[in-house]
C-alpha cells in the first residue's frame, strides 16, 4: 500500500470523500489516505492528524517527500483537538475499535461544526459509532462491509440529517448493531461475518451453561442468548 494504492479498505473510504473536501484525517499514520485523496483531487486541502510520534514522523516524512507540505497539514495531537473550528469539512477516523473512534467524536464536538460529512471506518464494534452518530442527530448514508486479509471491516458515511431515516421499517436494535444499510442488502461478507459471530458466541453460551450458576452467568446467559436471537433473525431472514 501506498498513496497511489491504497489497500481495498482505504480505497473505500476514500471513496466516500465528497468533492473539494478539507478533510482532516485523525490517526493518519503514514497519510496514505490524505495523500491519495489530494493526488486524485478527491480533496482541495487536508490535515493529518496523529497522536504518537512514529506514525507523526511517518506521516511528516510522507507528506514532504511528496512535496505536499503546502496542502497537507500534518498535526501532533489527541483526535480533533488538532482541527480548528471551521476549518474541516469531511473527517475521516479509520483502522480503530468502534469505541475509540466514538470517543474520539464525542471529545470533539464541537469541532465539528460545518463538518458535511464523516467516514468512519471501525474494525471492530461499530455499534458504538452508529449509537453516537444517532445521539448525535447524524444521518447514516451508506455503509458498506468488506474482508481483506481475513479481517472484516466495516464503512459508515454520515452527515448532519435525518438520523431516524435508515431505521425506518427494521428493526432498531438490530440495525444498531448490524447497519441498517448492511443487514438490509445482507451480502456475503455480511453474512460471514454475522455467521461467525453467532457461531463464537454460541460457544460462549455452551461454556456458561456449564459453569457454576450465579446471578452474574445468568445475566450473561441471557444477554447472549437475546444477541443470538437477533443474529439468527438477521442471518435468516430472506
Ligand atoms: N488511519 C490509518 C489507517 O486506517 O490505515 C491508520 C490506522 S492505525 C491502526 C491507528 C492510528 O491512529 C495509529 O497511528 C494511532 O497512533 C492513531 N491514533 C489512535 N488514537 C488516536 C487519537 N486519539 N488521536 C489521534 N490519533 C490516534
Redesign the pocket.
Known sequence: MNELKLSKR?ETVAKYIPEHAVLAD????HAY?PCYALLNGLAKRAIA????DG?FNSAKNQVERLELSELISVRKG??LEVVKCGEADAITI???GGA?IAD?LEKGKDKLEGVRRLIL?PNIHAYHIREWLYKENYELLDEEILEEDGKFYEVLAASPGDKDRPYKGIDFEIGMLTGPFLSKEKNAVFIKKWSRELHHLEGIYRGLENAAPSAENQQKQEDILKRMKQLKEVLDRG
Do not use: H, K
Open positions: 482505504l485523525i490517526g493518519s499514520d489516505l492528524g496523529e497522536i504518537t506514525p489527541d483526535g479509520a483502522g480503530m475509540l474520539i471506518q
